[in-house]
């Protein structure tokens, strides 16, 4: 409106509707706001060059501007309202059972290492898994998009979308691994763990569907130690093997190469889940 007061030469304002163009056109990638405060001054300089209307046209657009965001408002909260908070349990509820049928596939493939290492059952799985997790991710985002009194606690739901990532990625390592695992050899204690994985993740979706905070943890630890105590004692032997095949790939040396990744992959999907159940936990109570 002070452009098209202040100036009155055609030319001139040609030159400002190009620059603003140009300014406009440079900051879209960075700011849609700034965007749009840019081009708006570009319509009402278009509109005084093709028709004889003065600032009242600015004037008028911005009339129309309040009485169309009011009406979005009054629609969005009266009307129709939609809020993202209501619908993350559902969503969380799907990833994690998503993911929970992918790890007990991949943790199958362990346990019956006689079967093909990488089915199309697990590849099938991992995609959905993939699809869940970018579900939920886009929810948050719409989450952080509403009104602070409606969205409530938000830190809860970044560490779900964190560590629900995190927990796939480890799997993922798990089901390539798996790959290289040997059928000759049994890792310890493997099912034990996994059991009280999926027990936990079962508690935590249906936790989710009720309403109800999720029950305590079973000691994961305890399953761990028992892992841990077969790496040391593989370790120990194979520095009793340098002494006599220093450079010699005996049975110990694969044992130890096929079990210690899978061993440090399963300390960091306990620490992931204890993590989950934590961050449900929270966001129950905020609910």
Known sequence: MVLVTLIHNPLAILVCILLLIVAAMSVRPLSYGIFITLLTPVVILLLNVTSKGGWEIGALRIVDSLIGGTLALLGSYLLFPSWERQQLPAQLETTILANLAYFQQVVASYLNPERA??????????????????NIAAAVQRLLGEPRHVRGEVEPMAMLTLYIRGFFSSVTALAEHQR?????????????????????????????????????????????????????????????????????????????????????????IAYEVRTIHCAIGRLQESL
């Open 117 to 134: 290492p990488y089915t199309e059952t697990i590849v099938n799985l991992r995609h959905q898994a993939a699809l869940e997790n970018a």
């Open 180 to 268: 290289k695992f040997s059928p000759e050899y049994e890792f310890a204690d493997i099912k034990r763990f996994t059991d009280a994985i999926v027990q936990v993740l079962e508690n935590l979706a249906n936790a989710l569907q009720q309403g109800q905070p999720p029950q305590p943890l079973p000691a994961l630890d305890t399953y761990l130690e028992a892992i841990h105590d077969r790496i040391e004692q593989l370790h120990t032997a194979r520095i009793s093997d340098l002494a006599t095949n220093p450079s010699t790939v005996t049975p110990t040396l694969q044992a130890v190469r096929e079990q210690t990744p899978v061993s440090t992959q399963l300390d960091r």
